[in-house]
């Protein structure tokens, strides 16, 4: 299995990272009761349970795209040097954003998000030309 197939694998795991640090922290701000009702009356967030919530939709703007190159890389038998340090670029760009934007930290979660389109940019490259 090529590096960035294996990199796909474990980002199922990230991502359900990012998913369980959301529900729990939205769990723990309104309560497992009215986590299970419709939620028609929400009140707002915290400020802890909003980030939570922002970071799993900015995952979900990027994963698609990820997931794309990568089964496009191996498809197309373009798996390199590029695409294996875009691929990893990425999925470690990826981890460390979480506990940034957990804890608030506004430049350096910004250069972090800066970095994993990088690694998505070189996916790019390494696939298409």
Do not use: C
């Not at 939570?52 to 990568?70: C, G, H, Q």
Request: glycine share 6%; no cysteine; net charge positive.
């Amino acid at each position: 299995m090529t590096l960035e197939l294996t990199l796909l694998v474990w980002s199922t795991a990230l991502f359900g990272l990012y998913i369980g640090v959301q529900s729990t922290l939205y769990r723990m701000q309104h309560g497992v009761v009215f986590a299970a009702t419709g939620r028609d009356h929400e009140p707002p967030p915290n400020p802890l349970s909003a980030r939570s919530e922002k970071a799993l939709r900015n995952l979900i703007e990027t994963y698609p795209v990820f997931v794309v190159l990568v089964v496009a890389s191996v498809l197309a038998d373009r798996s390199d040097a590029l695409t294996q340090w875009g691929a990893l670029t990425y999925f470690v760009a990826r981890i460390a954003y979480l506990p940034l934007y957990l804890a608030g930290v506004k430049y350096l979660r910004s250069l972090v998000w800066s970095v994993s389109a990088l690694g998505l940019v070189l996916l790019f490259i390494g696939v298409a030309f």
